[in-house]
């Protein structure tokens, strides 16, 4: 659909970047909250 449009040939590439900052993004959530509290 849309994305397909936006994306082109990333569009299969794209899902595997977002995942990989997700997956930093909790990480560094979870140290940051470590230290807080």
């Known amino acids: 659909g849309q994305c397909s449009e936006i994306c082109g040939t990333n569009h299969s590439f794209m899902p595997i970047v977002l995942e990989l900052f ?16």
Do not use: G, H, P
Not at 22 to 36: A, W
């Open 22 to 37: 997700y997956l930093i993004f909790l990480k560094y959530e979870y140290i940051y909250f470590s230290f807080m509290f």
